[in-house]
């Protein structure tokens, strides 16, 4: 396999999942507080009843500077592990919540690309690569 289309791949993967954890993000981060204690309040599934206010302006955070992340190729593994775990509490809020495997397909699609990302990191079209490449270029001329 092509290692160029293997990072080509990951540098789509990327947009396309921060793109969209972006999209789903915004509208939390214009909830403001009453907003995230609504969606933190989905940390009880897992046994944690204080300070719903931080937790989901955590999973706004995850989701929306995650997102970024992402696209800019910027602590890709870290950023995954954070939106992976905001995945986790929201399939488990929606199997608490009665709605089954079929509540839960999408997250587990996401999960799994964020998995891959979390495995193989952002690849070699990143920002850091891109300026150590150039920092590396500038040096030799």
Known sequence: MNERNVNLGL???RIGLGSMFIFHGLPKLQGGPAGWERL???MEYVGISFLPIFWGFMAMVAEVFGGLCLIAGIGVRVASALMLFTMMIAATANLTMGYGLEGIVEIIEVSTAL???LITGGGRFTWREVFKSRLNSSIKA
């Open 40 to 42: 933190g309040h989905s």
């Open 115 to 117: 998995l891959t990302l």
């Open 11 to 13: 540098l789509v993967l």
